[in-house]
């Protein structure tokens, strides 16, 4: 979401959306309260820990469902009865404030908050000059390849995209069955962090409108590499995590993966035929003498604008991503890579890990959390943007049109419908 490369755009984002959230509604009470939390995420150990200590403001966790996930607390707002606090990751932010969902906690934290964050994640929270929730965790990329391929095969780690498509057209003349890596055909979020990267911003503010860039200049190189890959069938297209794509980067068939720091748990999990062949680079660039990186996910935590406890609520979940107990249960049941700077000091970050070869992962993705490209800016229609990718690079794929034409259509059904849904689009 908005890294704060400029939080005036995100800032006049949320004004514009002219919904921004509805009245805190906090309401002091001296009484012990239950509040209700959404999740992805099994968080029964960390409320567990905050239930001890804060017997006056109790914690139910409540494991929901990701499909649909958003409409459902969109629809809970409406109707009252939503959690006092929720999940919302950060390209869903703007969504949430644009449909007033979510309360303003600016003056309900601690001072220095902020500083316990990148400045880029920060930035994903704070728009409009409000606070809209704390950042838990965050997804930087790197390039995860196969090593027993890479040595069978004399390829060299690629430092720059250049190197990249290089070292695929090396693998795929050697081995025509063999790919550097997929074109994932439903995946928005790769595409984003992708261009991220590049310094492409999808979405600005101008005036009192929205501005819609899909396919701005930036994106041009990290379309035309994919679209010659493409064309060269140098990669293989397919959906990512179907089970084609599985087998695929299991048996060494596609030996990279340009994707963030959770996916390093997600290959052991679903990969554990290919333990000890993988290793983690950085993520190729387009200059390295000013390296910068994509961010592929993460989320934050949320006050809802409905809740009546919203000062008690804005206590949990700064607590909840910043404390260091919290912030190791977190970590060793979850599995995440935490927002909070302190937390990457938790020692399995430092351990080698077995999967990979005894390489030390984390600190490729501890380097490249201070990379992120500070100027990308989510928009106020993901829910619907997303789906709209998948579309569109299916056609890709099929060779029906190419990716400059694919970006250009979503240019077109972005503005669209941004334009159903009531929001301003300048141009």
Known sequence: ?????????????AALLAVAACGTGSTQTSGPVELTFWTFLDNSAEVAIWNERNPDTTIKAEKVPAQDYY?????????GNAPDVALVEYQFVPSMIACGCLADLTGKVGEGLRDRFPEWVWNQVFQQGKLYGVPQDIAPM???????????????????WDEYREQAAKLHAADPSRYLATFATNEAGQWAGLNWQAGARWFGTEGDKWTVSMNPPESKPVA??????ISRKLVKAEPDFSTGWVSDL????????????WAGSYLKGAMAASAGKWAVAPLPQWDPANPQVGNWGGSSISVTSSSKHA?????????????????????TKSSIFPADRSGLLDPSFSKPQEFYGGQKIYEVFSEASKQVNPNFTWGPTMTSAFPAFTDEFGKVATGGQTVTQALDALQKRTVE??????????G
Do not use: C, H
């Not at 419908?417 to 300048?426: C, I, L, Y």
């Open 417 to 426: 419908d941004m334009g159903k849904q009531g929001f301003a689009v300048a």
């Open 250 to 261: 299991t048996t060494g068939t596609v030996a990279s993966w340009a994707a963030p720091v």
């Open 224 to 229: 035309d590499l994919w679209q010659d890959l």
């Open 1 to 13: 979401m908005s890294q704060r490369g400029r939080r005036l755009a995100a800032v006049v984002v």
């Open 311 to 331: 000062d008690r609520a804005a206590k949990f979940i700064e607590w909840l991503n910043t404390d260091q107990q919290s912030l190791n249960s977190l970590i």
């Open 142 to 160: 790197g390039l995860f390849y196969r090593t027993d391929v890479f040595t069978q095969y004399g390829l060299t780690v690629p430092k720059t």
């Open 71 to 79: 409409a459902k607390l969109q629809a809970a707002v409406k109707a």
